[in-house]
């Protein structure tokens, strides 16, 4: 087998995220998650159903899913991973994930705008979504044999920026050429490209279609370029083996008081980030009444601030270290959740706006570009403060625990999120626990050390 130089190996693996990031930007948060919103709120309301609470029976549709999902992948990726150990071999997975993801995110297009398909395309976006997610965890446990310590801030915010321009490329892609306005026309006035119905919105619905070749595209340069140990042969363990191990290994967990403070802590903090993903746009369109295309033009910003932001986040971490950089997103994604509870089209916080006012507009556009490059930079340093608490021997296990605490709780934001907005009746209301679950992964972050378990290693390696 040809050698790859290091350079390409690092590409490839940047390639990754950008292969993979417009599942979120086009299908969880921009396209497909408001357009399905909008179809179940209207498949309800045709039903008889009271508009508001067909609204907030469309969120909970979708938060539903969403809790499933992350339940699943806590479940079974920190199994995987510690499998992928135990093997040497991550890149089987890695071809069997992405062929999940790319047939089930092709599946996307058959929402119609009257609800036909509705549970299925449900089904297949989270089963979906789940074998982009394993596939991701596995690939940022390739992160500590790219660079030493030092680099590990600055790579990973590389690879998130990149990412994150994969995903204003990709929407700025289907806003001029596909995904049609309330007029029928694109962004740019045009028909959707290829003579795509606009009427039943097929120029939306081909954001599937459109996902699923754009990850199978640009994960060509990740096969070509990223390699696996070829001097370990491969192991097959048995299956109570790799249990095992990981039992022995999350027992390990709670006499490292960093390590467990930083898992436990950022299962809060990235469940919370998660929810501002996942309901932002469905938010907009609910609350605000943005269109598909607004909301587009809302994700581009969004999308350029993180490109943008993570890559100064990487920068910031490289000089700083992960841990100050993580807290002080943190902080301002709080202030973001407050601005949108508090907001409707009428008000902020008791605060009228004038009728027909662009004000509210105007500052959720600024907290989604808030939203999109704090929360690009605290995954960014939350991986590169993980690289500081495990091996490159053990990383793929490591990071499926990282998984495990950051899906764990995954259908807790979700769920409580659907009781707050059900309780309430108010999709802004329904948003309260995300400050709380903010709040949580702050306080344990206090008890983090900054250098991860380095410090640990150098006294004695053969605990870890």
Known sequence: MAHVSLKKRVWGWFFFDWAQQPYATLGLTFIFGPYFAGVA??????????????KTEAQSLWSGAQAIAGLFIALSAPF???WADATGRKLPWFYTFTAVSVI????????????SGLMFTLVAFWVGFIAAEMAFNLNNAILPTLGDPEEVGRLSGGATAFGYWGGVVSLFIMLLLFAEGDTGKTLIGLDPLFGLDAETREGTRFVGPFIALWFAVFMVPFFLWVREDVDRAVVRPRFGEVLSSLATSIKGVAKRRSYASFLIGSM?????????????????????????????VFGIIAAISAAIVSWLGGMADMRFGPKPVITWCILILIVVCLVTVGMSREQLWGVPFAAG???PDAIFMVCGAVIGGAGGVLYSASRSMMVRHCTAENAAEAFGLFALTGRATAFLAPALITLFTDVFRSN??????????????????????SNGDRAAWSEDTSEF
């Open 41 to 54: 709120a209207g498949t309800f309301i045709d039903a008889g159903m009271d508009e508001n609470l067909a």
């Open 428 to 449: 802004q209301l329904g948003f309260l626990p995300v400050i709380l679950l903010f709040l949580l992964g702050l306080g344990l972050l206090s008890m983090v050390h």
């Open 268 to 296: 809060f903090y990235r469940d919370a980030m998660a929810a501002l993903y996942s309901f932002g746009g469905i938010y907009a369109v609910l609350v605000l009444d943005w269109s598909i295309t607004f909301l587009g």
């Open 80 to 82: 995987v991973g510690a």
């Open 104 to 115: 089930c995110a092709a599946f996307l297009w058959y929402l119609m705008p009257d609800g």
């Open 357 to 359: 006012s662009w004000l």
